[in-house]
């Protein structure tokens, strides 16, 4: 739960995104009840990179962030507040030591037109010591 931890970090922690989401950040699934726009976080992979003796396990993790409403517009705005909260970070976040936390991809963009509402999914590569 290393990359979901880091992720809540940065997502909880930027002030402009928690303006637009406020607190509906979810890990893998929102509450079908819940008011839009939200976001919802799930871990895509994660795979050590080395195990030598006596030295820090450095992991490699894809974390995807979708963030859903009922515009594209306020999507794509959400959307890009997440990426200014996740992209170039490092350090100590959520007691993890984060070498870096940097944009993958963007799209894979959707619509559902049943429920009425856009999804504008972002992905995250996650270099972190265990």
Excluded: W
């Amino acid at each position: 739960m290393r990359a979901e931890t880091v992720i809540n970090t940065l997502l909880t922690g930027s002030t402009s995104l928690t303006a637009l989401v406020g607190t509906r950040i979810y890990l893998d699934t929102r509450p079908e009840a819940d008011p839009l726009p939200a976001l919802v976080y799930n871990l895509i992979s994660d795979r050590q990179d080395n195990a030598r003796q006596g030295e820090k396990e450095t992991v490699t993790a894809r974390v995807q962030v979708n963030s859903f409403s009922r515009t594209a517009e306020e999507a794509i705005a959400v959307r890009e507040q997440v990426r200014l909260a996740c992209h170039l970070k490092a350090g100590s976040l959520g007691g993890i030591q984060v070498v870096a936390c940097l944009e993958d991809s963007s799209g894979g963009d959707s619509y559902d037109h049943m429920v009425d509402i856009y999804n504008k999914p972002m992905d995250f590569i996650i270099h972190y010591l265990r």
